[in-house]
């Protein structure tokens, strides 16, 4: 057991706090960073299994994101991009609905998809449209309401509503209702169109690396806990830890654990099964949704397809996301694995188990009108950031604890 003294004491190795210290690093002030943890990355991890990369639950990462993009060294990360568009099931098999302003080719199947209407794919590109003349702060001020509701407010027809957005969406909020901020979806919307969903050569958790190798090794402390904060005093583990000002960068369920006047927040969960495929069960870079058909699989990806550092060579990898109450099936790969047939074919029965992750706190809950702030009223106080004070994505958290650093510099 030890004490220690810092100048700035940063709870937290996952995305936000590893933003936060890499600037004030950068801006001269001595840091520490602590985590019980491992390895950086809170939730944004990925597991190498059998040559395999396994990121811990599907995920993208957008290079069109504003902030992330100046932070981080985009090339260094060797993004590989998604084609833009996807394939959802329609009516028996999986039909391609592509981003035509970027797939010009792709006009006439794009516009005939039964899906939805000719009206829903026009107001499509009147949407995108406004978006992309809209500046982030303009978008991050707009009226608030569920996506559901602006998704309506815009003339989308209900078919195109539940085959389209609620499964492309569904993927990205965690949940299929729509219920997530409509700021948080225009703004998702806008880095889509402005960019690509890409996925990192060495695996999403080559993000959080890139930022922890731009702090000294004697920033870093991993595998200690933070047992309870008194002001700017940090009980660990290991002892205690007094500094002169405290970043606390943890998820939200554990920043109200720590620091009881911050308000607990809501998760959204999902479950992700990976599989080795002795081949891809489509060719294209695109990820497939559920659409119109029913079963636990909300979407499939074959990360190699994309990425092919994703699996050793001459191997597939393939991923199925769950999510909502089917992600607490005591059954669940059994049942996974009965959906897949029913996708794509005995095949399927060939694909061997790789890995479940099951993850009950995968995005925090970002209903309208969610709290969203960072700083702390007096220097007694930790600067509490996290995605779950900005936006539920990979972008919120690295803002988030960009906007703590400012604060404290």
């Avoid at 937290?12 to 210290?21: E, F, K, V």
């Avoid at 079963?295 to 991923?319: D, E």
Wanted: glycine share 8%.
């Amino acid at each position: 057991m030890m004490r220690e003294t810092t100048d700035i004491l940063v709870v937290g190795a996952g995305l936000s706090g590893l933003a936060a210290a890499v600037r004030l690093h950068e801006a001269g002030r001595e840091v520490l960073v602590v985590d019980a943890a491992d390895a950086v990355g809170g939730r944004v991890r990925t597991d190498r299994v059998d040559g395999f990369l396994l990121d811990r639950g599907f995920q993208v990462f957008l290079d069109a994101y504003p902030e992330s993009g100046r932070l981080l060294d985009l090339p260094a990360l060797r993004l590989q991009p998604f084609e833009p568009g996807a394939l959802l099931w329609n009516r028996g098999r999986l039909r391609p609905l592509m981003d035509v302003f970027r797939r010009p080719g792709a006009l006439a199947a794009s516009a005939l998809h039964p899906a939805g209407n000719l009206f829903d794919k026009l107001r499509v590109a009147r949407l995108r449209s406004r978006l992309l003349r809209k500046a982030p702060d303009a978008i991050w001020n707009s009226p608030e309401m569920p996506t559901l509701a602006l998704l309506r407010q815009e003339g989308f027809s209900e078919r195109f509503i539940d085959h389209f957005f609620r499964s492309f969406y569904g993927g990205i909020f965690l949940e299929s209702e729509l219920e997530t901020s409509g700021r948080l979806f225009e703004f998702t919307f806008a880095m889509f169109a402005r960019g690509s969903a890409t996925l990192p050569a060495d695996g999403m958790q080559a993000i959080p690396e890139q930022l922890a190798a731009r702090l000294p090794p004697d920033t870093l402390r991993l595998g200690t806990r933070v047992l309870s904060l008194s002001g700017n005093v940090a009980q660990t583990d290991r002892g205690e830890i007094a500094a002169r000002r405290t970043v606390l960068a943890v998820d939200g369920s554990s920043a109200a654990e720590l620091f009881p006047a911050r308000p607990r927040v809501g998760w959204k969960g999902t479950a992700c099964l990976y599989y080795e495929a002795p081949a891809a069960p489509f060719p294209e870079k695109l990820i497939a949704l559920r659409g119109d058909r029913r079963g636990p699989v909300h979407n499939l990806c074959v990360p190699s397809s994309i990425a092919p550092s994703y699996a050793p060579s001459g191997k597939v990898l393939v991923s199925a996301s769950v999510i909502g109450p089917d992600c607490e099936s005591s059954d669940l790969e059994e049942r996974v694995s009965h959906d897949l047939g029913e996708w794509f074919g005995p095949e399927t029965l060939g694909w061997r188990h790789l890995a479940t992750y099951r993850i009950d706190r995968a995005l925090p809950a970002a209903t309208p009108g969610h709290a969203a702030t960072t700083c702390a009223a007096t220097a007694d106080e930790p600067l509490v950031c996290g995605d779950h004070t900005s936006s539920a994505s990979i972008e919120g958290a690295i803002l988030s604890g960009l906007r703590a650093a400012a604060a404290l510099l």
